[in-house]
């Protein structure tokens, strides 16, 4: 829960960075992408203001994938207005990090119904919910109402949106969806695009789970699959691809150095990392992700 909370502040801390410079005072949107027929991508331009968020939109009923953090909440709800007037009526939370449930709780308070992965709500029920002065019991209506262990699938504005688990990937409660339909998939974060991944190893996240869920989302995508990530642009099956490489190549790396009895401090002194510079970002440069392989690698020992 540490470092959720961590990761909640690093997205604070990243709205007054991202920006420009540090004496603006930043003013982060939302932006809208229409991804497919009445499916769109909702992400944050100016500032941080969590992950990417998926929206679709039919005669069924609107579904919100995640929800942004709380400042945001009035932004969010009214870059939705522009796209539609009807009222949200399912959430599907991809994971359990606050950036992505933060407003679960004033949704569920709306009547929106949440559905996550089990392991997401004993998550909450268990560990509380980032609150403004540290961690909090999550609130009933923060929870998740529905949940699953494998898969579910929605039938809805005339779309099959298959829901499914990657296990311990980003976390040990990651839910992907697929939108068979409009050959689009959400994954939450276990693709951060073009970025260094972040691989919760305390809440269940590890490295070869991670590429284990990503390689399971590959198997469904085509050259024309459009793909929402947890962060960073839409992407596409060649996105997906490199994040895959790039994440082999350095557990390799590091895997080598662990081998060879190196600490984590002579890992990271030898910055083996330096040729995937451009995938560093304001959370995880390449001394960040050196100490994050390392640790996943010691981990699984």
Known sequence: MALLMRIFATGMLLLFTIAGKADEQPDPQFEVTQVAPG?????????FVGGNIGLSIGPDGVVIIDDAMPPFLDKLTAKIKTVTQQPLDFLINTHVHGDH??????LGKQGVRIVAHKNLRQHMVSKGIPGVDGVIDAPS???????????MTFYLNNNTANVFHVAHAHTDGDAVIHFRNLNVIHTGDVLFNGLFPFIDLQSGGSIDGYIAGQ??????????????????PLASKADLEAA??????TRDIVAKLVADGKSEEEVVKLNPLTKYEKWSWG???????????????????
Do not use: C, W
């Open 244 to 249: 895959i490489t790039m994440l082999e190549e």
């Open 141 to 151: 209506e923060a929870l998740p109402v529905i949940t699953f262990s494998e898969e």
């Open 215 to 232: 390689k399971q989302i590959l198997a469904k995508a085509d050259n024309d699959t459009k793909i929402i990530p947890g962060h960073g």
């Open 39 to 47: 499916l769109y991508m909702l992400s944050g331009v100016g500032g």
């Open 101 to 106: 449930t933060g407003n679960n709780a004033t």
């Open 283 to 301: 959370f995880i440069n390449t001394e960040g992700m050196t100490r994050q392989l390392y640790k996943g690698l010691k981990q699984a020992m």
